[in-house]
T-cell receptor
Framework: GIQVEQSPPDLILQEGANSTLRCNFS?????LQWFHQNPWGQLINLFY???GTKQNGRLSATTVATERYSLLYISSSQTTDSGVYFC????????????FGAGTILRVKS | NAGVTQTPKFQVLKTGQSMTLQCAQD?????MSWYRQDPGMGLRLIHY???????DQGEVPNGYNVSRSTTEDFPLRLLSAAPSQTSVYFC????????????FGPGTRLLVL
């Protein structure tokens, strides 16, 4: 099956700093999503982005499907951005059967 | 809309006991799925359903059963709980089985002794 790898595994930021999280996937996908798991365990969908670029406030994401990677940008980080960020992908023909990466743990310090 | 709801929030079982984790959504979503999350890992797909009466296995289906008699509900049954099933279980739904944004419930934390 498809492999999804995220980097870095851990990241500590000072409030106000910017960061880039990376997701590599091993096969062609037509479904790629980014999620944030807050410290209380709730999973929030950030982006559905199988290709191209999207922005939502301080967050943006870019997927280059031909090169099999996606990037999540966080600008002007806030303490509420802390948590775990997951990338999840599904191969072509696999609909919404997502395979998750291991996540990036983000800690934003005030 | 309540979105995706799960009950219970937390459960302790003894090895060999059975139980049902409940999941419901009020968004008229066709696609529903169950994932488990183990410490330090991403989520892994257990079972999924593309509509009422249709279910299929995911990556880690052993030890779990599902059924989908209505669009709204997708319960997950543990037939004979084992310590290896200690995990956090998430239910998710999306409007269609295709490429769609998935919405997750709050999770059920299960401890099997």
């Amino acid at each position: 099956g498809i492999q999804v790898e995220q980097s870095p595994p851990d990241l500590i930021l000072q409030e106000g700093a910017n960061s880039t999280l990376r997701c590599n996937f091993s096969d062609s996908v037509n479904n790629l999503q980014w999620f944030h798991q807050n410290p209380w365990g709730q999973l929030i969908n950030l982006f559905y982005i199988p290709s191209g670029t999207k922005q939502n406030g301080r967050l943006s994401a870019t997927t280059v499907a031909t090169e099999r990677y996606s990037l999540l940008y966080i600008s002007s980080s806030q303490t509420t951005d802390s948590g775990v960020y997951f990338c999840a992908a599904a191969r072509k023909g696999y609909g919404n059967k997502l395979v998750f990466g291991a996540g990036t743990i983000l800690r934003v310090k005030s | 809309n309540a979105g995706v709801t799960q009950t219970p929030k937390f459960q302790v079982l003894k090895t060999g006991q059975s139980m049902t984790l409940q999941c419901a959504q009020d968004m008229n979503h066709e696609y529903m799925s169950w994932y488990r999350q183990d410490p330090g890992m991403g989520l892994r797909l257990i079972h999924y359903s593309v509509g009422a009466g249709i279910t299929d296995q995911g990556e880690v289906p052993n030890g779990y059963n599902v059924s989908r008699s209505t669009t709204e509900d997708f319960p997950l049954r543990l037939l004979s709980a084992a310590p290896s099933q200690t995990s956090v279980y998430f239910c998710a739904s999306s409007y269609s089985p295709g490429q769609e944004t998935q919405y997750f419930g709050p999770g059920t934390r299960l401890l099997v002794l």
